[in-house]
Structures are given as structure tokens and as C-alpha cells.
């Protein structure tokens, strides 16, 4: 397979899901809209975001806040009435959290974070603009039994199934135990984000009761993840908690399972911009629920 040039619509500039065959397609978007005068962003990171497609700050939050915000995992994970929410989403075969979604909407704690200035300040300087929380949520691998997740593109899914129209959102993973190099850590294949991976296999109704578990549909085919490891490798982040990588919508992403005793959790929140609000699903019967993929588009204040 060799790297093609899309030929959008004005409606999908990157059509997936619809074809019997995979496709690599140019990316349509630029990567970085702001300049270094419009938040915490040096010039020189910012050159290396729009190349690689990710940064990452080594401390973002300090030791007493990694606290803080490990005392409130603890708290979520075994408050019965969280565990019964529909944003409360296990691992298949057993009753282990793998995630939390809508976590900024369930605690004022993260809300806090979602505010901060470190965090969307650098949202607002990558995308240029107001940007609104498009997804949160804390996310579990316990020792021992945490799941991997499989290599996957967001922004596939987000256009996909949430109408998200173009490739101006970015997410931040903050680090609430230390990332190893064995305790399924994240790795992104550095420079993957200039190109969208269009995906085979139409999607179901509810895809997303069985695609939080594990996903299947939207998944990209082996052939395409070699082309592009082959070509950009793949890099794997570790540091201590409190450490952070925000990385471009469309970063081929993924981690391992975590089978050592030490467990690896993170704080996951997506910003998408105000000019790039969803519309329509491009290739799903009907929209996420909001809780996934959010259809309030306030902008964070």
C-alpha cells in the first residue's frame, strides 16, 4: 500500500469506514495553530509539535498535586453509585474500572484541572483558539490485569462517530503513577499525525458499548501500521507522575497490557477548538452520547 493523496468532499475531508479497502490519505489540517506569543509554548516546541505530533512537560503538576488527584481516583473507583454510572465503563470479563468518562462533569477535582492554566492554556495556544472539553476521563490499568489498547487514530473515531469535522483537537495524558517501560506506558508512532488512516468495516448501532471495552471497528488494518511504523518507529513515554504528553488528534497511539505489580493511571482530556464543533456522525448511524463525545460546546473558562 502506498501513501495516496484524498481528494475531500466538501462535506468528508476524510472518508473512512466507507470503502472495502484501507487507505492512507494525506492529512488536510495544519497541526498548530497558535504562535509562541499566545501561551506557554516555546517556538521550538512548537516546531517539533507540528513534525512529531506530540511534547510532553516532565513535571506539569507537582508531587503534593499528584496527591490530591490520586486521593480522588481512589475515591471514584469505589463510590458505588459512580461504579453504577453508564460513564463507568470495566473490563471485559470482570468488574475492574478501565475508565471514568465525563470525569471533569463528576469531580469538581478534575474540573479544577480541566481550568488550569497549564493545561488549557497550551490546548488554547496548539489550537489557536476558545477550545471546549470534547472528552475526559481517568482511565485505570491496574497491576497485574490491565488491558492494553489497541493501536488506534481518535480523531478516526471522532469523525467517525461524533462528527468531528477536521483535525483541530488535541489531548493531554497526565501522568498519576509512574510511566515505565513495562507497565503499559503510551506509544506514539512521532510524525503518524500527517496522515489519516481510513478504516474498513461499517459501523454498528451502539458501537460504543463494546468499542470502550475493546475496540474492533475503527481499528487500523496491520499493513497500514507497519507502513507507518516502518517509516516514522515508535516512541514510548515514560516519567514520573505528574509528567504530561499532549499529542495531536491524529497521532497513531496505543499501549500494552500492564502484567508487573505496578499499576498505571492517567487523567485523559480532549480539547477540541470552537471553530471545529461536531456535526452529524460521517460514518455512524447516530452520535456517540455526550458523555463521550460531547455536544455542549462552551467554551472552558
Known amino acids: 500500500m502506498s501513501i495516496i493523496e484524498s481528494h475531500p468532499t466538501i462535506d468528508d475531508a476524510y472518508p473512512t469506514r466507507k470503502a472495502a479497502e484501507a487507505a492512507l490519505l494525506y492529512r488536510q489540517d495544519p497541526v498548530v495553530y497558535g504562535g509562541p506569543q499566545d501561551g506557554p509554548i516555546d517556538a521550538a516546541t512548537l516546531d517539533s509539535f507540528d513534525a512529531n505530533g506530540y511534547l510532553s512537560v516532565q513535571e506539569l503538576l507537582a508531587p503534593a498535586e499528584v496527591e490530591d488527584y490520586r486521593a480522588e481516583l481512589r475515591r471514584l473507583a469505589s463510590d458505588p453509585e459512580i461504579l453504577a454510572d453508564e460513564?463507568?465503563?470495566?473490563?471485559?470479563?470482570?468488574?475492574?474500572?478501565?475508565?471514568?468518562?465525563?470525569?471533569?462533569?463528576?469531580?469538581?477535582?478534575?474540573?479544577?484541572?480541566?481550568?488550569?492554566?497549564?493545561?488549557?492554556?497550551?490546548?488554547?495556544?496548539?489550537?489557536?483558539?476558545?477550545?471546549?472539553?470534547?472528552?475526559?476521563?481517568?482511565?485505570?490499568?491496574?497491576?497485574?490485569?490491565?488491558?492494553?489498547?489497541?493501536?488506534?487514530?481518535?480523531?478516526?473515531?471522532?469523525?467517525?462517530?461524533?462528527?468531528?469535522?477536521?483535525?483541530?483537537?488535541?489531548?493531554?495524558?497526565?501522568?498519576?503513577?509512574?510511566?515505565?517501560?513495562?507497565?503499559?506506558?503510551?506509544m506514539i508512532m512521532p510524525g503518524s499525525h500527517k496522515t489519516f488512516v481510513a478504516c474498513v468495516g461499517e459501523t454498528p448501532s451502539d458501537h460504543y458499548k463494546e468499542s470502550l471495552r475493546g475496540q474492533e471497528i475503527g481499528t487500523?488494518?496491520?499493513?497500514?501500521?507497519?507502513?507507518?511504523?516502518?517509516?516514522?518507529?515508535?516512541?514510548?513515554?515514560?516519567?514520573?507522575?505528574?509528567?504530561?504528553?499532549?499529542?495531536?488528534?491524529?497521532?497513531?497511539?496505543?499501549?500494552?497490557?500492564?502484567?508487573?505489580?505496578?499499576?498505571?493511571?492517567?487523567?485523559?482530556?480532549?480539547?477540541?477548538?470552537?471553530?471545529?464543533?461536531?456535526?452529524?456522525?460521517?460514518?455512524?448511524?447516530?452520535?456517540?452520547?455526550?458523555?463521550i463525545g460531547a455536544r455542549d460546546f462552551t467554551p472552558v473558562a
Request: hydrophobic residues 35%.
Open 87 to 186: 460513564r463507568t465503563v470495566t473490563e471485559r470479563g470482570s468488574d475492574e474500572v478501565r475508565s471514568i468518562f465525563e470525569v471533569h462533569k463528576i469531580s469538581e477535582v478534575f474540573a479544577t484541572l480541566v481550568r488550569d492554566p497549564r493545561v488549557v492554556g497550551r490546548a488554547r495556544q496548539l489550537l489557536g483558539s476558545e477550545v471546549y472539553v470534547h472528552q475526559s476521563r481517568v482511565n485505570y490499568k491496574p497491576g497485574f490485569t490491565g488491558k492494553d489498547f489497541y493501536w488506534h487514530s481518535d480523531f478516526e473515531t471522532w469523525h467517525a462517530e461524533d462528527g468531528m469535522p477536521r483535525m483541530r483537537a488535541v489531548s493531554i495524558s497526565i501522568a498519576l503513577t509512574e510511566n515505565f517501560v513495562h507497565n503499559g506506558g503510551l
Open 220 to 291: 487500523p488494518d496491520p499493513n497500514s501500521l507497519s507502513i507507518l511504523a516502518d517509516k516514522h518507529g515508535i516512541e514510548l513515554f515514560t516519567g514520573p507522575a505528574g509528567s504530561a504528553t499532549m499529542f495531536d488528534c491524529n497521532c497513531m497511539h496505543g499501549s500494552n497490557g500492564n502484567i508487573t505489580p505496578f499499576p498505571r493511571s492517567n487523567v485523559f482530556i480532549v480539547f477540541n477548538s470552537v471553530e471545529n464543533t461536531c456535526v452529524e456522525p460521517f460514518s455512524a448511524p447516530a452520535p456517540r452520547p455526550s458523555f
